[in-house]
Each structure stands twice: as structure tokens, then as C-alpha cells.
């Protein structure tokens, strides 16, 4: 049975290839300066979190004196550091541990039980995944799993309550702490804010497929592809990367023959779309003049105009249109013996799953798939 951690399910979906790369490579330790930032807080927070277990006050001078020896701990392993400015990390960083200061006096030292608590969680017959609580707080009967946020972005409650990650670790929680209730507890440390949400068993097992379903194709060897994003400055694997072989060529070499296609497509594509904002503009004042012949031809009692270059004739139609949800449809089919003679299948999903997976091996063995050749715009400063 195989057992992955949230980060691997993380850095795969960032970037196939990479991770494929950073298992079977000569980097696997290599991390980006944000990840620095993000893993010396979180040494920190586990580093004072056991502290205050023990009883230990707190103070945000030897918390900040934490977080800089984490941090010289944890540089050497950034690729490319001169790349950007280490000193916006570090003094984001120390705003972070004093928002951690201030929120944990807020919560209460006496309320932590443990930190840094890891376990296993089964998902299917085949496949783990680490549980990996930073900290495990108790009021009376109900148990806190707290998560702590180092991104500037802010998550809505909506967005949270789709975090299977924490979900989980709540299931986790659940099976394993003696407590009535489960609240998961996200810290946002750069706004300093927090955001609680009792946990729901059916709710929290609705992710176990999902995430289920990630580690089965992160197990799975197919030849990984890779996929463009904010992190490919920092990735180690640049120069092999197909994304970027020819813009580095260029880089170095100056323009070939691949870049004069390039800018021959885009400049075909930058026609086109001329033409179709003229259409826009063309449609809209069709539209207008449209209403207007409507109206005039109602108001006489026409059904047609005349014009030198041909005859507008005026129609008006009735169009139905069936509701979104179409249970009561359906219900109403079934109910009138239509349902049978009208539904046919889902083909669209049976080639999506064909293409894939999962699919019936049978239909599999019935396709032809072909591969087919598309080509998409994307210009240098989108």
C-alpha cells in the first residue's frame, strides 16, 4: 500500500514534470524562495508550539531569533537565490511570526496539547496519505486542528470548506482524539485573522474519494507533461523543461526559424481578432437596427420590408426553453412512459473517460483514438 503526503499531491499539481524530476533527479532537495519563507515559519511555529506544551512563556524576541536561525538553515537549499531579494521574504516572515505571537496569546498557551502531530489515513484498499496537524488545541470536549497560512492571499470560508487536505486530517482527528466535536482552524498569518469551522463527517468523507482519486494518479507511470505557472523561475529543471527549450535557444542564439513561425501565427491571430472586434461592433449595431425594423414593421401591420437590395421579412416565433435542473423533466418523462424512447447515453462522458480514465477496458478495446494536432495563442505579456 502506498502512502503520499499532502505536499507530494501539491507539488505534482503544480508541475508534473517536475515532480517527476524531483524524484528521480539530482535536486530533489532544491525549494523556491517562498517555500523557504513557508517551511521557516512552520520549523518555528512547531519549534515554540512543543514549548508552550512544556509550559514555556512565549516571548516574541526569542520566537523572531527562531525564525532567523530557521531561515539560515534553510536558504542553502533555494535554487537561484540571487534571483529575487531575500529581505521582502524575511521581513514578511517576521511579520508572520509576530501575527503568530499575538494570535497564539489570543487562543491560549494552556489550550495546546500537541504539535507537530503526524498519522496515516487510509483512503482506498490501495493507498495513504500523512495526516500531518500542526497543532492540536482542547477546550472541554471539543478538539481544535490548527492549520496555519503563510500566503499574502486571503481563502473565502466557502473555499475552506472545500480544503480536503483538512478534511482529512479531521477524519483523522475524529478516529483518533477523544473529543465530542472537531473544529478545523485555519490561521492566515499575514492578515493575522482566523477562520473556524466545525468539522462534518459526511462532509469530510465526500473528499476521500477525491483525494483518493489525486494519489492514484500521482502513482500512476505515465510520462508526465509539464505545466507552465508562476514557479517556473524557480524550477531547477528550466533548461530541460519542453516549455521553455526554444525560449532559452533564442535567448542565446538570437531568433531562428521557430521564431519567425511564431510571429507569423501571432500575427495572423492579431488579424483575426481585429476582424472579430469589427463583428462585435457590427453585431451591436445590427441589433439596434434591428429593433428599430421590429418596431416599425409592428406599428403598420407588416410582415415584410422592401428594399433595393432585397426584402426583410419579420417573424416572430416562440422559442421553449427547459429549466437548468431538469428533475421535474425527467420525473414527468418517467411518469408519462417517454423517458425510455427519449434518453440516450452520455457519449460525450464515455470519450472523455476513454481519453482519461477511468473507462470499461471493453470500450477502451473499441476506440480509435487519434491524436489531434491544436494550436493555441498565448501572447508574451499575457
Known amino acids: 500500500m502506498s502512502i503520499v503526503t499532502f505536499r507530494d499531491l501539491e507539488r505534482r499539481l503544480r508541475c508534473p514534470y517536475a515532480f517527476r524530476l524531483d524524484r528521480t533527479e539530482a535536486f530533489p532537495d532544491k525549494i523556491t524562495m517562498k517555500e523557504?519563507?513557508?517551511?521557516?515559519?512552520?520549523?518555528?511555529i512547531a519549534d515554540c508550539s512543543r514549548s508552550r506544551i512544556m509550559g514555556y512563556r512565549m516571548k516574541e524576541e526569542k520566537v523572531l531569533d527562531s525564525f532567523w536561525r530557521n531561515w539560515d538553515s534553510n536558504f542553502p537549499k533555494v535554487y537561484n537565490p540571487g534571483r529575487e531579494e531575500p529581505g521582502e521574504y524575511i521581513r514578511l516572515g517576521e511579520k508572520c511570526i509576530r501575527n503568530f505571537v499575538y494570535q497564539s496569546t489570543r487562543f491560549?498557551?494552556?489550550?495546546?496539547?500537541?504539535?507537530?502531530?503526524?498519522?496515516?489515513f487510509r483512503l482506498s484498499d490501495r493507498h495513504e496519505i500523512l495526516v500531518d496537524i500542526e497543532e492540536v488545541g482542547r477546550r472541554g470536549s471539543t478538539a481544535y486542528?490548527?492549520?496555519?497560512?503563510?500566503?499574502?492571499?486571503?481563502?473565502?470560508?466557502?473555499?475552506l470548506e472545500n480544503d480536503h487536505g483538512m478534511r482529512i486530517s479531521?477524519?483523522?482527528?475524529?478516529?483518533?482524539?477523544?473529543?465530542?466535536?472537531?473544529v478545523m482552524r485555519w490561521v492566515f498569518l499575514?492578515?493575522?485573522?482566523?477562520?473556524?469551522?466545525?468539522?462534518?463527517?459526511d462532509q469530510c468523507r465526500s473528499s476521500v474519494p477525491i483525494v483518493d482519486s489525486l494519489v492514484e494518479e500521482l502513482m500512476r507511470d505515465r510520462e508526465p507533461l509539464p505545466r507552465e505557472s508562476d514557479y517556473c523561475s524557480d524550477c531547477p529543471y528550466q533548461s530541460r523543461c519542453?516549455?521553455?527549450?526554444?525560449?532559452?535557444?533564442?535567448?542565446?542564439?538570437?531568433?531562428?526559424?521557430?521564431?519567425?513561425?511564431?510571429?507569423?501565427?501571432?500575427?495572423?491571430?492579431?488579424?483575426?481578432?481585429?476582424?472579430?472586434?469589427?463583428?462585435?461592433?457590427?453585431?451591436a449595431e445590427q441589433d439596434m437596427l434591428k429593433a428599430k425594423i421590429i418596431a416599425y414593421s409592428d406599428s403598420r401591420g407588416y410582415m415584410s420590408l422592401s428594399g433595393e437590395k432585397g426584402k426583410l421579412l419579420i417573424r416572430h416565433e416562440k422559442k421553449a426553453e427547459l429549466p437548468r435542473d431538469k428533475t421535474g423533466v425527467i420525473?414527468?418523462?418517467?411518469?408519462?412512459?417517454?423517458?425510455?424512447?427519449?434518453?440516450?447515453?452520455?457519449?460525450?462522458?464515455?470519450?472523455?473517460?476513454?481519453?482519461?480514465?477511468?473507462?470499461?477496458?471493453?470500450?477502451?478495446?473499441?476506440a480509435t483514438i487519434a491524436v489531434i494536432d491544436k494550436i493555441y495563442d498565448k501572447k508574451k505579456d499575457e
Not at 491560549?108 to 496515516?120: L, Y
Not at 479531521?170 to 472537531?182: F, H, T, Y
Request: aromatic content about 4%; overall charge negative.
Open 331 to 366: 420525473a414527468r418523462l418517467k411518469e408519462t412512459g417517454q423517458y425510455d424512447s427519449l434518453s440516450i447515453p452520455n457519449y460525450s462522458r464515455i470519450r472523455s473517460d476513454i481519453v482519461k480514465g477511468p473507462a470499461d477496458p471493453n470500450l477502451i478495446d473499441m
Open 242 to 283: 519542453p516549455r521553455f527549450l526554444h525560449e532559452l535557444s533564442v535567448r542565446d542564439n538570437g531568433r531562428d526559424e521557430g521564431s519567425e513561425l511564431a510571429d507569423m501565427y501571432l500575427d495572423l491571430e492579431e488579424k483575426k481578432q481585429a476582424l472579430k472586434n469589427r463583428i462585435e461592433v457590427l453585431d
Open 145 to 159: 486542528i490548527t492549520r496555519y497560512i503563510t500566503d499574502t492571499k486571503m481563502l473565502s470560508k466557502e473555499q
Open 36 to 44: 523557504c519563507l513557508d517551511i521557516s515559519i512552520r520549523d518555528t
Open 108 to 120: 491560549g498557551a494552556a489550550d495546546i496539547v500537541a504539535a507537530h502531530m503526524e498519522g496515516t
Open 190 to 201: 499575514v492578515q493575522s485573522t482566523v477562520t473556524e469551522l466545525t468539522a462534518k463527517k
Open 170 to 182: 479531521a477524519l483523522w482527528a475524529m478516529d483518533n482524539l477523544d473529543a465530542r466535536e472537531i
